[in-house]
């Protein structure tokens, strides 16, 4: 498994890349503050587009019209034409910067997430604000994707070291989750936080029961699979009578967003994919299920200068999901595959369902790599 294919044109760093759902083309955004299409086939540059930003952090195709392609650059959230290489609408939902943009699964709604910890819906059709979650996180909105099978929800990751779902219709936290470090580290990892950097879920069109699973990129090194429909135990509080007596609650505690619980809830963990089992030996910046294997693998990112592709499943403590994943295509499950990058570190990572050269890595060059994966 070497790159063998490499797409240039970028002027700088190269932070996002995205495949196009249909056509033999891969989209990247820089640091330069362009957008480039790149054709596959003959790995030219079929159109560039300019943008009034610094730099693109993120980039999504439109999941309801194959010519649209929206971005994210500063404060501001663009939309543009692949046919007339043009942007068509702009506008700062955001005070802070945006790190990731999500579009829906039916393509409705863009999920922008933000320095400041912030998450907005974006109505797309008619590019108004549809819901803001100030205060979603303490700390930088990482990332967020929309939930497949679950048309109000969302999962976000933040540098506050946890994952929220969501209910965005009603713009309330329905889950949490708390990143604790794991029995299973390194001497590197003791030093780096469990900061959340990255978040991912299967597409809708896959095996149903892998909708539940996020998964998430961390700071100390470690690839988390969570179980996101496994339930969570709301705290139970003892009431005080006038005598000083402690009774129990007749139902369920009911919890506001200002007095949620910090404490770890070390249910739904599905798999901890770490150093020790020849994981990332720094921070992971970014994660994916790959297309290619309709959820079978795993591909991470990290500062190691490493992508990784995991069978994770077979690492999975209950065996109900290795049944769903029916078989793996990497040959040694007991260690992931990994790649090799030249020494520089990861900044994206993307996959498209196809045979051939179907894993992308974008790092801290303008260069683009292309891998043939399965």
Not at 368 to 374: E, F, R, S
């Amino acid at each position: 498994m070497t790159h063998v294919r490499t797409l240039e044109g970028h002027a700088a760093d190269v932070l996002c890349c995205a495949f196009h759902t249909i056509d033999p083309i891969l989209a990247s955004g820089a640091e330069d503050g362009t957008l480039l299409l790149h054709d596959l086939r003959t790995r030219t540059t079929s159109a560039r587009i300019e943008f009034d930003a610094d730099e693109l952090p993120s980039i999504a195709f439109a999941a309801s019209d194959p010519n649209i392609i929206y971005a994210s650059g500063g404060t501001t959230t663009y939309s543009a034409d692949l046919r007339q290489a043009a942007v068509l609408q702009s506008r700062s939902f955001n005070s802070d910067e945006v790190n990731s943009i999500s579009v829906s699964p039916n393509g409705r709604f863009l999920a922008a997430a933000d320095d400041a910890g912030d998450v907005k819906i974006i109505d797309a059709s008619t590019w108004q604000l549809f819901k803001s979650m100030r205060g979603a996180h303490d700390n930088i909105c990482s990332s967020g994707v929309f939930r497949p099978h679950h048309p109000w929800e969302l999962l976000t990751g933040s540098l506050d070291a946890s994952v929220k779902r969501w209910n965005f219709s009603q713009g309330r936290s329905v889950r949490h989750w708390r990143m604790e470090p794991t029995e299973e580290h390194n001497s590197s990892q003791a030093f780096n936080p469990p900061l959340v950097h990255s978040v991912a879920v299967a597409c809708a069109h896959w095996a149903r029961q892998l909708g539940r699973l996020v998964a998430v990129a961390r700071g100390d090194g470690l690839v988390a699979v969570y179980d996101a429909d496994q339930p969570q135990q709301a705290p139970q509080h003892r009431k005080v009578t006038k005598r000083g007596k402690q009774t129990r609650p007749n139902g369920p505690c009911q919890v506001s967003r200002a007095e949620e619980p910090r404490r770890a809830d070390p249910s739904g963990l599905v798999s901890a994919l770490g150093a020790d089992s020849g994981g990332h030996r720094s921070s992971v910046g970014c994660v994916r299920f790959h297309k290619a294997s309709h959820g079978r693998l795993l591909l991470s990112g990290g500062n190691d200068a490493r992508v990784l592709l995991w069978a994770w499943a077979d690492r999975a403590a209950d065996p109900q999901w290795q049944d769903v994943i029916s078989q793996s295509t990497v040959e040694d499950a007991s260690a992931p595959v990994a790649i090799d990058n030249d020494g520089r570190n990861i900044n994206c990572v993307d996959s498209m369902d196809a045979a051939g050269f179907n894993t992308v890595i974008a790092d801290t060059s303008p260069i683009i790599k292309l891998h043939n994966v399965l």
